[in-house]
C-alpha cells in the first residue's frame, strides 16, 4: 500500500461482528500480507482489546501505561491526551493495538459529548502514529449504539467505513441509517475520501448459500437507496464484499482468555491447540481470513487507483 489507510468497523446494530471482523482484518492483514496494522478499539466495553489482552498481559500493560504515561483510547476523545498506549500483540510481527478499557463505561453511561476538536485531534494522533510505527494500516472498532458518538468520529478519523452484516431483522435496515447519517456527517467535516467500502456479511453458514444470496441483493437494495436519499453517488465498487466471513467455531470463543501471553485466535492462525481443536476449522478459518483481506485491500488499491486517475 502507498499510504496508510484508516478504516473504521461500523454498524449500528449490536452483536453482528464488528470486533471479530476488526480482529480478522487486524490479523490477517499483518500476518498473511505483512502489512503493518494498528487496531483501535474504541469501544467502552473493551470486547476487541479482550481478544488479545488475556488477564496476564493487561496487568502489565496497565501498570506500564502508568509508568509511562500513558492512556488508553478513549482518553484521547474525552481529555486532551496524546500519549496512547500502543501494545505489540505477541506472535503476529506487525500487529499493534490500541486498547480500551470497560472504566470508560461511567462515560459512556451519562452520555459523551464529543467536541468537533477533538475528534479531529484524535485523527491526528492516529496520524502521528502511522509515521512512528509505518503502519499500512489503521482499523478502528466502534461500539454498537451511542449513535451521534460513533458517527462524529468515525467521520471526523476515518477514511473508510466497513459495515458488518449478520442474520437477524434490523441488520440490513441499520445499513442504510448508517450510510444516511455518516455521509450527513461527513459532508460538514468535508474530509476526502470519506467512503463507504462495502458490507461483508457475517456468521452465516458456509453452505447457506441461498440465504448469503437473497441477503446480498437486500443489503445491495438498501445501500442504492440510501445514497438517493443524501443526493450522493454509491462509490464505484460492489456494496457488498464477496468474501462472507462464514460462522467458524473458533470465533465464538474469541475473547476473554484468562491467562498466559500469546491470544486464543493468534494460537490458532498459528496453528498451535491442534490437539484440541480439528485441523480442518483452523485451515478454513485461515482461508477465509486470507480471501477477506486480500479482497479488502483489492477495493482500497481500486478506489485509490481511480481517485488517481481523476486528478490527472
Ligand atoms: N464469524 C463468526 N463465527 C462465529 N462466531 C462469531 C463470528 N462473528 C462473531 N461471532 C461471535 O458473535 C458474537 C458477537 O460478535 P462481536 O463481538 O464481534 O460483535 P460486535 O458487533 O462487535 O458486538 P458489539 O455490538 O457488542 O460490539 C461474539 O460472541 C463472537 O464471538
Ligand atoms: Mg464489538
Do not use: C
Amino acid at each position: 500500500m502507498s499510504s496508510p489507510t484508516f478504516t473504521g468497523i461500523i454498524a449500528f446494530k449490536g452483536g453482528v461482528g464488528k470486533t471479530v471482523l476488526s480482529a480478522s482484518l487486524g490479523i490477517g492483514l499483518s500476518y498473511m500480507l505483512k502489512r503493518r496494522v494498528l487496531l483501535v478499539d474504541l469501544d467502552p466495553q473493551a470486547n476487541l482489546s479482550e481478544v488479545f489482552l488475556t488477564e496476564t498481559t493487561l496487568s502489565a500493560v496497565i501498570k506500564k501505561a502508568f509508568e509511562t504515561d500513558r492512556v488508553f483510547s478513549f482518553d484521547l476523545i474525552i481529555r486532551p491526551a496524546e500519549n496512547p498506549i500502543i501494545y505489540e500483540i505477541p506472535g503476529i510481527p506487525g500487529l499493534y493495538l490500541l486498547p480500551s478499557h470497560h472504566k470508560f463505561m461511567r462515560e459512556a453511561a451519562y452520555g459523551i459529548n464529543v467536541p468537533m476538536d477533538r475528534a479531529v485531534s484524535f485523527r491526528g494522533i492516529l496520524g502521528r502514529l502511522t509515521k512512528e510505527l509505518e503502519l499500512d494500516h489503521v482499523i478502528i472498532d466502534f461500539p454498537p449504539q451511542m449513535y451521534q458518538y460513533v458517527i462524529t468520529i468515525a467521520a471526523a478519523s476515518a477514511d473508510y467505513i466497513v459495515t458488518p452484516v449478520a442474520k437477524g431483522a434490523f441488520s440490513i435496515p441499520s445499513v442504510g441509517y448508517l450510510i444516511e447519517t455518516y455521509y450527513d456527517v461527513a459532508k460538514v467535516i468535508r474530509r476526502e475520501p470519506s467512503v463507504f467500502l462495502g458490507a461483508i456479511l457475517t456468521r452465516y453458514d458456509e453452505g447457506n448459500s441461498k440465504l448469503i444470496k437473497l441477503s446480498r441483493e437486500r443489503v445491495k437494495e438498501t445501500v442504492s437507496k440510501s445514497f438517493k436519499n443524501v443526493n450522493l453517488s454509491p462509490p464505484p465498487v460492489d456494496p457488498v464484499f464477496d468474501t462472507v466471513l462464514y460462522y467458524n467455531p473458533l470465533l465464538t470463543k474469541i475473547r476473554g482468555q484468562l491467562i498466559g501471553f500469546t491470544p486464543y485466535i493468534v494460537k490458532h492462525i498459528l496453528g498451535k491447540y491442534t490437539s484440541d481443536v480439528s485441523r480442518r476449522l483452523q485451515d478454513r478459518l485461515k482461508a477465509n481470513i486470507a480471501s477477506l483481506v486480500r479482497e479488502f485491500e483489492e477495493r482500497l488499491n481500486w478506489l485509490a487507483a481511480l481517485e488517481k486517475s481523476r486528478e490527472s
